[in-house]
């Protein structure tokens, strides 16, 4: 079969899935990305058979025809259904009569206004309800928001939201042991909380040091690796509120980010927004317990609450400051065995599979 897979930029997940995935099938492929590297690393290298799209949004829709056109497609993946460039691959399916698969990681989220939740029911079910689409949901949260949006439920399929479990344990298996590594960065017999991401306003980085600040124990760290347009505010806070143990790492990019997973004793994610959250999986298949807000899109599957770590509702401190306290009485190593167990239903062989069983009965109608 051939299969067109359009991505919105160069990113190491997708490249993930293309040497893990789609180069393990026997299906011939094309790959289009909407943009060049936009915020992913710059050093990633896009597969030879692959176009990236350039000029105003009218130019690459015209181009993303073209490319079609000249592929001729009998299936598409398509990430993502808001943009102007999906919006024209879903339309040249339709009008082509090849399915097409729209892949998402976005949780189902209704909107509260009841105007805003109907509109944007209407123009969704518009867009998604037809016997050509089909829906790759990231989890099963990302399943929900599918079928309330018009795909039928036997035209879903779950293509489990994954990293590379071997990229990781190779870089794991180069480090020195935890405590070593602690030693080396003056954190020994302290319990080592961990947060990687942007420093943004939804990722609530805020609420996780206001927290930490609220259990006071000295015998606990916080590393916190990213950076972002509220990075100097959090400084100056952890700053004014005199907080020890406190560590700023900035942007720290894989392979070395692993050693911070490794020195780590648990994982916290406090985002008021996030569609999955793929560090949690890399946390996780270091063997790492978690703690996540209820608005992290893969806590549903892959957070078991006191098994591998522990839930706080969004935005609420006081849940996370439980969470925390928790923790530090927790036996965080028999959590982080969990995490492994887990995590294991979630790499690339398990996407392979559902992934062939996805085409296979897609194939077949």
């Not at 990781?168 to 298996?173: A, C, G, K, L, Q």
């Not at 997973?261 to 406090?270: E, G, I, Q, S, T």
Request: aromatic share 10%; with cysteine.
């Amino acid at each position: 079969m051939k299969i067109c897979v359009l991505f919105v930029e160069p990113m190491r997940y997708g490249l993930e899935l293309i040497e893990d995935v789609y180069k393990k099938t026997e299906h011939e492929f094309k790959y289009i990305y909407i943009q060049d590297h936009e915020v992913s690393d710059k050093e990633l290298k896009v597969p030879e058979n692959s176009i990236i799209l350039n000029g105003n949004s009218i130019e690459k829709c015209n181009r993303l025809v073209n490319e079609l056109i000249s592929f001729n497609p009998e299936f598409m993946i398509i990430n993502g259904y808001v943009g102007r460039e999906q919006e024209s691959a879903i339309r040249y399916c339709k009008k082509n009569r090849i399915p097409y698969a729209i892949e998402s990681d976005t949780p189902l989220r209704i909107p509260s206004n009841p105007l805003k939740a109907a509109i944007k029911k209407i123009l969704l079910n518009k867009r998604l309800n037809n016997k050509l689409c089909y829906g790759f949901a990231g989890g099963t949260p990302q399943k929900e928001n599918f079928i309330y949006y018009g795909i039928s439920e036997d035209r879903c399929f779950i293509m489990p939201m994954s990293v590379s479990k071997k990229r990781f344990e190779e870089e794991v298996n180069k480090l020195p042991a935890k405590e070593e590594l602690k030693k080396d960065n003056n954190l020994t017999d302290k319990k080592v909380f961990l947060y990687a991401g942007r420093l943004a306003e939804e990722k609530n980085v805020e609420l996780l040091l206001k927290a930490f600040k609220k259990i006071e124990a000295k015998d606990a760290a916080l590393l916190i690796l990213g950076a972002g347009a509220e990075n100097a505010d959090l400084i100056a806070y952890v700053s004014k509120n005199q907080m020890q143990n406190v560590y700023f790492k900035g942007h720290v990019f894989f392979p070395e980010i692993v050693k911070y997973y490794k020195m780590a004793d648990c994982f916290v994610l406090p985002s008021k927004a996030e569609p999955w959250g793929l560090v949690v999986n890399e946390a996780m298949s270091v063997g790492l317990p978690v703690i996540l807000s209820s608005a992290v899109g893969c806590a549903k599957d892959l957070l078991k609450d006191n098994k591998n770590g522990f839930f706080f509702e969004s935005e609420n401190e006081e849940d996370l400051v439980k969470c925390f306290k928790s923790a530090m009485a927790a036996d965080l190593h028999q959590m982080g065995e969990e995490s492994k167990r887990i995590i294991e239903g979630w790499g690339m062989d398990n996407y392979l599979k559902a992934f062939n069983e996805a085409i296979e009965v897609i194939s077949r109608r």
